[in-house]
């Protein structure tokens, strides 16, 4: 068998104490692949099975990034690739064949729908997509369990339990695009739309009214809502922007979203709200359960497994909390999609978009 996972899971399994992992130096107990017998760890296999647990990179960067970088391998080519495990806990790797630069960033759960006011896992009843008309400021959504989108049915009603979170991504960008938050992502209040409204948190935008809902109240984003979404994303971009300029890159080549969530991501609508770096959008791939699959791959190659422990030593470790920089970026990245970087391949989506007189104050 071989395990994959991050470096608390793999401490915790290994009954090594994890508490370094969140103390300067930030260093695991054990970097190095780990072989260990069945029976001494109860699992229940024949009890003179082989285990094998890859190798941790760095405190935050554990086992299931090296199965990543096994499956989607880095280090064999010749551009840049910038690699995103995107969770509550987001590990990104970044590099060619000559070089590979990794870091961690919390971003917290709001991306997978928790701490927003009606989010929820991706389950049926769940919004999957919004898209909202930029003219007459009116939603449409999809729900997982419902063929087509809500507008595709002659009576939609009791149909929505919350919103997850690929919907959550796709309500703010569409907030955004659409003209309802500005840039700094605050709700404009002299619109034309009883969907944009005060509520009792503050100002608000109604997806689903309640007759559409199964939960017999409406269904909005928030202006916390949003803040959540901002914190998160511009944790994320900023631990991508750290690397690319340890690189001395402006954008990769080549973005892969890896881990169940980044599946469902719509590139589009993440680059919009910049969650990820500007970067052509065809050259942004959603791969799924990489680590599950660089598991697959050392659980069925001897090879494979001493060619990991061999990358992942090569690997440069950078702790983002020993950035000076790390506060100002993360401000200027708190913007939409950012509060000075151009983005280019969706500025199309954007077209009346200003600079922002704040970007100055944040950059060196």
């Not at 399994?13 to 190095?32: C, E, M, R, S």
């Not at 939960?215 to 809502?225: F, L």
């Not at 052509?280 to 680590?291: F, Q, S, T």
């Not at 983002?320 to 391949?345: G, K, Y």
Request: hydrophobic share 40%.
């Amino acid at each position: 068998m071989v395990l994959v996972g991050n470096s608390t899971m793999h401490h915790v399994l290994l009954n090594l104490h994890p508490k370094d992992l969140g103390l300067a130096p930030f260093v695991p107990t054990i970097h190095k692949s780990v072989d260990i017998k069945a029976r001494e760890l109860g699992l229940h296999i024949n009890p003179s099975g082989n285990i094998h647990i890859l190798p941790t990179i760095a405190s935050f960067v554990g086992a299931d990034t090296s199965a990543v970088i096994l499956a989607e391998e880095p280090h064999k080519q010749d551009e840049n690739w910038l690699l995103i495990d995107v969770g509550t806990n987001a590990e990104l790797v970044l590099g060619n064949r000559k070089r590979l630069v990794c870091t961690s960033t919390p971003t917290g759960p709001a991306l997978e729908g928790a701490h927003v006011e009606y989010g929820m896992r991706a389950a049926p009843g769940a919004m999957e997509r919004v898209h909202i008309d930029e003219t007459t400021l009116e939603p449409k959504y999809k729900v997982i369990g419902v063929e087509g989108w809500n507008t595709d049915h002659a009576e939609f009603t009791g149909q929505v339990k919350g919103i997850c979170g690929s919907a959550i991504i796709d309500s703010v960008a569409e907030l955004f695009r659409a003209g309802i938050v500005d840039s700094r992502g605050k709700f404009r209040k002299n619109l034309d739309s009883k969907r944009v409204r005060e509520g009792e948190s503050g100002w608000e935008y109604v997806i689903a009214w309640k007759e559409e809902t199964s939960i017999g109240r409406d269904i909005p984003i928030t202006q916390q809502d949003v803040r959540q979404i901002q914190l998160a994303k511009a944790a994320l971009f900023t631990a991508a922007r750290t690397l690319l300029k340890r690189m001395d890159l402006q954008s990769p080549d080549k973005i892969i979203l890896a881990g169940g969530f980044g599946s469902y991501i719509d590139k589009e609508k993440a680059m919009l709200i910049g969650l990820i770096p500007d970067c052509e959008l065809d050259k942004v791939y959603a791969v799924g359960n990489a680590a599950g699959d660089g598991a697959r791959i050392a659980l069925l190659n001897i090879e494979k497994r001493d060619e990991i422990d061999t990358v992942t030593r090569k690997v440069e470790r950078f702790e983002l909390p020993t950035d000076p920089e790390f506060q100002n970026q993360f401000m200027l990245a708190t913007s939409f999609p950012h509060m000075s970087e151009p983005f280019e391949h969706i500025a199309h989506l954007i077209p009346n978009r200003k600079a922002d007189p704040l970007a100055k104050n944040f950059m060196k």
